[in-house]
């Protein structure tokens, strides 16, 4: 019976990881192909020849290195924007029983309620009013909104699974709330909200409406490419797939190594 | 080292008074235990004196200063955590040199003095490890050895003991109490654990539902409770509490109790009310014959202690816990004749609960 479980479970696992990681291996099976290759029918699921050729032909074509790097300057920004917003609500969420409190963290949730699109499209038009449109700051103030509901959420939970007595104890003990916070309560706290701070970095990095509505003529990266896909050939396309999805791949890895296993035991 | 003064010290959450009124004086070097059931306001109380917890009215002196409006960091005390509160990401050295280095002391003093802290409390060789790697009676002595590096005026200790399986909390219990001692740190103490207070105590606060109901030594409040609540909370078995009569007709003052009567020699404001006798189970003794003075009881369990047999009778309506010697063991259902102690009587007022004239306490 166990035995009869396990199986299924392993099987379910499987069968769910293959469904997400095929699509990913013929990206990145496309991106180190030839250019021949990717032509060839039927598909070879087995690469003959890898090549740095076609994933070099996207970021030395037009327009890739620019956004690459309004990409990383946005990205940059946003957490300059979210964080020092967002980690002061959440710990005012977490440590302080104020009036309000409550309707606070539902219309924190309640921001993404509404689809992206409505609110582009009037956001699009204050920033032109602005003098702001198709800048980086602008996109940077939009990721920043769509990031700031998970970091006040998530880091509220974070700091709440930090004693309180811990931060007391260091009161009695000559702090100020104020360098309790730092000497004890952030030191803790740190892993979980690196674990944050990455998803931030995640989530500006793929989005692609609210920067492709914002932006004209200074795309991020996600913008730009799906702004020239309808041209692009399919080596293009699968070298820019591969190109967005790496970082943030790697960066899960990094979440869990950040949320495991500092101290020699586990922060919640 | 300093005297701790309450004065009229009141405390609410929203609809809730968590402590109400109340004065409290600890004199210098004292070690003063709090103590009270779970919700009495006891850690409430040492919360308000540490600055944790703001106090609605009220002063609190620490030393000559008063402290009511003092930040936890400028009074003087420091504090033992009933989670020890050790710092997770710093080592046992760390911990114990947290205090200090906020106190912006010379890297000298600090080690000298984390050395000679974690001396007195056996914790020299866990200097190096995070709390993560030692024992939870580790981590407690951590804690303790923070709380006296500092050589505060105060130290509150909010039941650091409860945590720790009943063999540590006792070889920890004696420790303490020696260390405590030697220091001569004016000494704050909540438990819950009435056998803590009594074996620890210089005295003890018996704290109810906000108030303090009894500030007595640990022998005053277990052999003269100020109320029907010291004596069922203080010891094991709580005091016996038995409802009775005085009457003066005839040849002299007679207690009716439990369905037998016995004489005493003065009644003074006993006459003609109802009234609690109030009795400890080692205060009775047991006979095996009828006679004059003694209340027949009938006995209903006899629990072997070891040390001593502990019965439990049903005097007329009243049931009545009585120590005796361990080769004393009635069966269930035996009558069996009580003698109460004359001397070790108290009389409460049955429907106050609160003790009478105490006449038998002079000089207290």
């Given at each position: 019976?166990?035995r009869a479980?396990t ?7 499987i ?5 997400t990681?095929?699509?990913?291996y013929l990206i990145t099976l496309g991106a180190f192909s030839?250019q021949?290759?990717i032509?060839t029918?039927?598909?070879q ?5 890898v090549?740095?050729h076609t994933?070099?032909?996207f ?6 290195l620019?956004?690459?790097q309004r990409s990383v300057y946005?990205l940059?920004?946003t957490m300059a924007i979210a964080l020092?917003?967002?980690?002061p609500?959440a710990?005012?969420?977490?440590r ?7 309707t ?7 921001t993404?309620?509404f689809?992206?699109i409505i609110?582009?499209i009037?956001?699009?038009a204050s ?7 198709d800048s980086i700051l ?5 990721h920043a909104?769509l ?7 998530t880091?509220?939970?974070i700091f709440?699974g930090?004693?309180v007595e ?5 009161m009695?003990?000559?702090c100020?709330?104020l ?5 004890v309560?952030?030191p ?5 909200l ?9 989530i500006?990095?793929n989005?692609?409406?609210?920067a492709?509505?914002?932006t004209l003529l200074?795309p991020?990266?996600?913008a730009?490419?799906?702004a020239?896909l309808n041209?692009a050939t ?7 797939g591969f190109?967005?999805l790496?970082p943030p791949?790697v960066m899960l890895f990094f979440?869990r190594r950040?949320?495991?296993?500092m101290w020699?035991?586990?922060i919640? | 080292?300093?005297?701790v003064?309450f004065e009229?010290i009141r405390?609410?959450?929203g609809h809730?008074?968590?402590?109400d ?5 600890v ?13 009495c306001?006891?850690t409430?109380?040492?919360r308000?004196?540490?600055g944790?917890?703001?106090v609605?009215s009220?002063?609190i002196?620490?030393g000559?200063r008063?402290a009511t409006?003092?930040?936890?960091r400028?009074r003087?005390?420091?504090m ?6 050790v710092f997770?990401?710093?080592?046992v050295r ?8 906020r106190q912006?002391?010379s890297?000298?003093?600090?080690k000298e003095?984390?050395e000679s ?6 914790i020299?060789e866990?200097?190096?490890?995070y709390?993560a790697q030692i024992s939870g009676?580790q981590?407690?002595?951590?804690a303790?050895?923070?709380a ?15 945590n ?7 070889q920890?219990?004696a420790e ?6 030697d ?6 103490y909540?438990?819950?654990?009435q ?5 620890m ?23 003269h409770p100020?109320d029907?609540?010291?004596g069922d909370f203080v010891?094991?078995p709580?005091m016996?509490f038995?409802?009775?009569r005085v009457?003066?007709n005839?040849?002299g ?6 369905g037998?009567t016995?004489?005493i020699?003065?009644?003074?404001g006993l006459?003609?009310r109802d009234?609690l006798?109030g009795?400890?189970?080692e ?8 006679a004059?003075?003694?209340?027949k009881?009938g006995v209903v369990?006899v ?23 361990n080769h ?10 009580l003698r109460?102690r ?5 009389w ?9 004239a105490d006449?038998s306490?002079?000089?207290?």
């Amino acid at each position: 019976m166990k035995r009869a479980q396990t199986v299924g479970l392993y099987t379910l696992a499987i069968v769910l990881a293959a469904w997400t990681l095929f699509p990913i291996y013929l990206i990145t099976l496309g991106a180190f192909s030839t250019q021949d290759a990717i032509y060839t029918y039927p598909l070879q699921l087995w690469p003959h020849h890898v090549s740095q050729h076609t994933l070099g032909f996207f970021i030395h074509s037009a327009g890739t290195l620019p956004s690459l790097q309004r990409s990383v300057y946005v990205l940059l920004l946003t957490m300059a924007i979210a964080l020092p917003v967002g980690l002061p609500a959440a710990y005012a969420l977490a440590r302080f029983n104020f009036h309000g409190a409550h309707t606070l963290r539902l219309s924190v949730v309640g921001t993404r309620a509404f689809p992206i699109i409505i609110l582009a499209i009037p956001l699009a038009a204050s920033f032109i009013r602005w003098w702001i449109d198709d800048s980086i700051l602008a996109v940077s103030l939009l990721h920043a909104a769509l990031a700031l509901p998970f970091v006040v959420l998530t880091c509220a939970s974070i700091f709440s699974g930090v004693s309180v007595e811990l931060e007391e104890a260091a009161m009695t003990l000559g702090c100020t709330r104020l360098t309790a916070f730092a000497r004890v309560i952030l030191p803790l706290a740190l892993p979980g909200l690196a674990a944050s701070a990455i998803f931030v970095v995640i989530i500006s990095w793929n989005e692609v409406f609210a920067a492709a509505t914002v932006t004209l003529l200074h795309p991020t990266l996600p913008a730009h490419i799906v702004a020239v896909l309808n041209q692009a050939t399919l080596p293009y396309r699968f070298a820019g797939g591969f190109f967005l999805l790496v970082p943030p791949v790697v960066m899960l890895f990094f979440i869990r190594r950040f949320l495991f296993g500092m101290w020699g035991q586990v922060i919640k | 080292m300093a005297e701790v003064r309450f004065e009229a010290i009141r405390k609410t959450f929203g609809h809730v008074t968590a402590v109400d009124d109340v004065d409290l004086h600890v004199a210098e070097a004292e070690f003063v235990v709090l103590l009270g059931p779970s919700g009495c306001g006891k850690t409430t109380l040492l919360r308000c004196l540490a600055g944790l917890e703001r106090v609605d009215s009220g002063r609190i002196f620490i030393g000559e200063r008063d402290a009511t409006d003092l930040p936890p960091r400028r009074r003087r005390i420091s504090m033992v955590f009933q989670s020890y509160a050790v710092f997770p990401h710093m080592t046992v050295r760390e911990n114990i040199a947290f205090g200090l280095r906020r106190q912006k002391q010379s890297d000298a003093v600090i080690k000298e003095r984390v050395e000679s802290v974690s001396g007195l409390l056996g914790i020299t060789e866990l200097l190096a490890r995070y709390p993560a790697q030692i024992s939870g009676g580790q981590r407690q002595r951590v804690a303790v050895a923070r709380a006296i590096a500092i050589r505060s005026d105060v130290l509150l200790m909010d039941e650091p003991l409860s945590n720790l399986d009943a063999l540590l909390r006792m070889q920890m219990r004696a420790e303490l109490k020696a260390l405590l001692h030697d220091l001569g740190t004016t000494t704050i103490y909540v438990t819950h654990d009435q056998t803590e207070a009594l074996s620890m105590g210089d005295r003890i606060a018996v704290m109810n539902q906000g108030r303090i109901v009894q500030v007595d030594t640990p022998l005053a409040v277990y052999e003269h409770p100020s109320d029907k609540f010291v004596g069922d909370f203080v010891g094991t078995p709580p005091m016996n509490f038995l409802a009775a009569r005085v009457e003066t007709n005839g040849t002299g003052p007679t207690v009716r109790v439990g369905g037998g009567t016995f004489a005493i020699e003065q009644s003074d404001g006993l006459a003609n009310r109802d009234l609690l006798l109030g009795i400890r189970a080692e205060a009775i003794t047991v006979e095996a014959e009828p006679a004059d003075g003694l209340i027949k009881a009938g006995v209903v369990v006899v629990e072997p202690l070891g040390s001593h047999n502990l019965i439990t009778a049903r005097a007329g309506g009243d049931l009545v816990k009585i120590s005796v010697p361990n080769h004393v063991s009635p069966e269930p259902g035996d009558d069996i004749w009580l003698r109460f102690r004359l001397g070790q009587i108290r009389w409460l007022d049955r429907e106050s609960g609160k003790v009478l004239a105490d006449s038998s306490r002079s000089g207290v």
